[in-house]
């Protein structure tokens, strides 16, 4: 069974950082894409960014380039969300997911088979 946590959410100001972990366990991490979403209430998920499955490829969402950086360790099993500039608009529950159907669909939350439990982040102005 594929489990994910998040941790390292928090509180932070705007124009601060903060590292998000997403440790998982279960599966094989190094064959898996993985993703960042986000949501907040009232509002669906919505994508953020994601890294392949070698790291060597990423892409984000419009709001997280040049602020956000996902990076990926395949010897701990985890991938981060280092966050930068943060914005009171950053403000959300963050999720961390695995294995889209493939790289076309990285964006896509439907496509992903396993979730963590989300980590709360907010960001005061």
């Known amino acids: 069974q594929v489990q994910l946590v998040e941790s390292g959410g928090g509180l932070a100001q705007a124009g601060g950082s903060l590292r998000l972990s997403c440790a998982v366990s279960?599966?094989?991490?190094?064959?898996?894409?993985m993703g960042w979403f986000r949501q907040t209430p009232g509002n669906e998920r919505e994508f953020v960014g994601t890294?392949?499955?070698?790291?060597?490829?990423?892409d984000y969402a419009d709001s997280a380039k040049a602020r956000f950086t996902i990076s990926r360790d395949n010897a701990k099993t985890t991938v981060y969300l280092q966050m930068n500039s943060l914005k009171p608009e950053d403000t959300a529950v963050y999720y961390c997911a695995a294995d889209p159907r493939g790289w076309s669909n990285r964006r896509d939350r439907q496509s992903y088979n396993y979730w963590g439990q989300g980590t709360q982040v907010t960001v005061s102005s």
């Open positions: 890294i392949s499955s070698s790291g060597r490829i990423t």
């Open positions: 279960g599966g094989t991490f190094s064959v898996y894409v």
